[in-house]
């Protein structure tokens, strides 16, 4: 985690703990991860306050053929998993995810916003914002909504986010390239979306 | 369902974006009324006033959907421009400009008008519109795509009673009463039905969850037996993504596929395009934003949700930040008849 690239879109991280900045490059780490099989490079760890990482995931949408396994979900399944036998589930959720904060690369999206507040998550610290499906404060405010299933939790970005721009940005150039003809010009629109 | 006699469906009704179900809103403009012979020397000056910062001609800023001209009881009237955006003593000077003098005895004057803020979206919100003042309008493909027939509904009630029965299975099971169907419209065809698993099993797997995932795995199922079936013949050839739709004739036009040149990153994604969902409660958000990353084609649902998001707390399927916009028709649902 300490060999960091260089790179010049290095961001600030001010305001964010030594511990937060850890947890926020193993993210990123997992961003690289899926940029290296060909998926959107996002990346996430969930973080339990006592128990550390208990999860972590990336976009895994071109794999499984299913559009909503993001790296959330991903990491939410792996905590899932850690329910002991003859704990309820809606114990064990709530127990657990109230005690969890969320490290993502990529602003949730709309339906992991509401996925996490369904859970009743702590807290969620990302990276760079989503213009075009943000659900905690760029697009959507599903994080504090008044109605809704679930508990409102905070969201808060900027955590390397030109770290996280740069892996979306060299993705989407790459796909640009490799897309027939035709369709470039559609690509450059997702392209410039971080700026 | 043994009581049919007396269980009728109900209609299922559209729920359209705020853009097609706003009334009147009106922006103020002013308005020269000029003889008929002063209207070639007036619009030249008019399209000066139209030129913004970037020096590309505006023609009336966000007011485009209006014509500019009318004719009324024998003179021209011509918007100059919105209210908030000029001032009548700039106006005047404008109209002596073009040698109509506003304070003479040719008639012509300078008056405010209410006319619509925005372009009509609907038939009825042109003709209640064009009212206050002439405007253009053209026929939204969604509107056209809307309207259902009889077949459709027919199919709808269809599918929409196979959602009620795994809703049933759900609340059988202990699980929250929701039910889903993915079908294809085209072929008839069930691709995919779930039951709501949120209390029993994964609290994110709600019906609508889980049908997408089916999809996806029954796809991934059918590739993997295709990639075995083909491992010792072709070991190779760039496969194209296969679809539901293709699992009779084994995918044959698949690389035909419209959707095959959308970028590779979000291949998986796409794998719903096409189909229609039937849901028995209306989606939450998060369910609705799946739909999106799915790229469903419509969405029919029962009951309404408070916190639903295709029409109670949101409407997803048509705000416009969104890459993707979907149908969505909502109360089809069996109701006990009075
Ligand atoms: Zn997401
Ligand atoms: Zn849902």
New binding site residues.
Partial sequence: MSDKPEQAATTAAGGFTAAEQTYMRQALALAEEAYAVGEVP?GCVFVHDELGVVGQGRNRTNETLNG?R????EAIDQILALRPAGTPLADFVRDTFARTDLFVTVE??????S?LRKLGLRRAVYGCGNDK?G?CGSVFTIHTDEVGEGSKYEAVGGLFRGEAIMALRRFYVRENDHAPAPKRKGRRVLKTTFD | MSDQGQMAWSTPEPVHSDERTRGFDPVTVFVATVPPRSLSALLPWVSVLSVGDNGLERPLGALQHLKRVRPANGMQQVILAPVAESTLSELELLLARSGIDTHGDSGATIDQVAVSRWAPATRAQFDDWKERWPMSFRLAAAERSDALSDAEVAAAQRFMQLALDAAEDAAAAGDEPVGAVMADPKSGVVVARASDLRRTHHPLMHATMACIEAVASAERARRAREAASQADEQPNAGEKRGRHDNDQDDGQDEVAEPDEGEGRADLGGYLCSGLDLYVTREPCAMCA?ALV?SRIRRVFYGERSDEGALGSAHKLHVHPSLNHHYLVFRDLRRQLQP
């Fill in positions: 996002v909503t993001h790296a959330e979900f949730p999206c709309v339906m992991c916003a996925a499906f659900g | 934003m990353h």
